[in-house]
């Protein structure tokens, strides 16, 4: 399960996210500098997840690599909670007692996870956390599909925590950062600090609708600001110990205007975040390539944040862990 390889002086981390009938892959490694290095991007036609394993397994062998996958928006459950107090270890066993009334679903048999939150950020003496609780069935069907290509997850991530991956790379020491992106139907907010993920929010605007008329553009961005403010606020109640230093915004392809409109509506510094700033990027010359460094989709950077999985294991931050116990 745990294969090596080495690529330019790093391991090799691939992720891959399937939206709809559509796949998208990363590759991310290490490089000697420590700094990560975008190394290919990917996406094809998968009607069936299997079929764009296959796809992409064709065009970038992956045997060899650390695969990760992600479930989908319907397919998990992030919840807000406090650390138990038991020992580390002892977490995902008090947690599903803890939760069991707050899913619906049976928790004996579902995949969780708990990731602490920074306890510096709050006057209270709890220990905040977040849970990501999984249905078996869902997990299953991504093992049967990547075993009938050969492959084997190493790692199965979420968008919360693949956009936290992101937007930790931006952070300024000893404060918060805001991350904001939008997607094919809705856009999605994270807060990190030192690493890990604050806060999260589903902002219920489609990139569509920033990008169309000027009259519809206006309405979207000022439900999406009205989204983000409602965050911010509820950010600086609950984490007052900690200063937030801004919003970076991934703009979708022709909606570059989003950020100057955002900048007058939200009350904390806006700017664009880039890839390039925090990351090396070994993409072709052409135009996908220039895309991708100015507006990559929501599912691009969901694959690019999930394969950063290793840079974090290197700085000794939290990975989320869904795997099967039993195995």
């Known amino acids: ?15 891959v996210v399937q939206s709809d009938t559509v796949l998208h892959a990363a590759q991310i490694s290490l490089g000697p500098d420590r700094r990560p290095r975008l190394g290919w991007v990917w996406q094809g036609p998968s009607p069936e997840l299997s079929e764009g394993l296959r796809s992409l397994n064709r065009v970038h062998r992956l045997k060899g690599a650390k695969l990760t996958g992600q479930l989908g928006r319907s397919q998990y ?11 580390r270890e002892e977490w995902c066993d008090a947690m599903r007692w803890r939760l069991k009334d707050q899913v619906d679903f049976p928790l004996d048999d579902a995949f969780l996870d708990v990731l602490a939150v920074p306890q510096d950020t709050q006057l209270r003496q709890t220990h905040p956390a977040m849970a990501v609780v999984a249905q078996r069935v869902d997990f299953n069907r991504m093992v049967l599909a990547a075993d009938d290509v050969g492959l084997t997850w190493s790692a199965v991530d979420i968008p919360e925590t693949a956009l936290c991956n992101l937007s930790a790379l931006a952070e300024t020491p000893e404060q918060a950062h805001a991350l904001l992106v939008f997607g094919d139907a809705h856009g999605m907010l994270v ?13 219920e605007v489609a990139a569509s609708a920033v990008t169309g008329s000027q009259e519809a553009r206006g309405a979207a961005l000022g439900r999406a600001a009205l989204e983000v403010l409602r965050t911010l606020d509820t950010f600086e109640r609950m984490h007052s110990q900690v200063t937030l230093s801004g919003l970076s915004v991934v703009p979708p392809e022709g909606g570059e205007d989003v950020l100057e409109v955002l900048a007058d509506l939200v009350y904390v510094p806006v700017k664009s975040f880039e890839l390039s700033a925090w990351m090396d990027l070994a993409l072709p010359d052409d135009p996908v390539g220039a895309r991708m460094a100015r507006t990559p989709s929501l599912d691009e950077l969901c694959a690019i944040g999930a394969a950063l999985r290793g840079c974090r294991q290197a700085q000794g931050l939290q990975n989320l862990s869904l795997v099967d116990e039993a195995s």
């Open 1 to 15: 399960m745990w294969f090596r390889r080495r690529v330019e002086g790093g391991v090799q981390w691939v992720a």
């Open 77 to 87: 459950r992030l919840i807000s909670t406090e650390v138990p107090d038991v020992p």
């Open 191 to 203: 807060i990190t600090y030192k690493g890990e993920l604050l806060m999260t929010r589903n902002i």
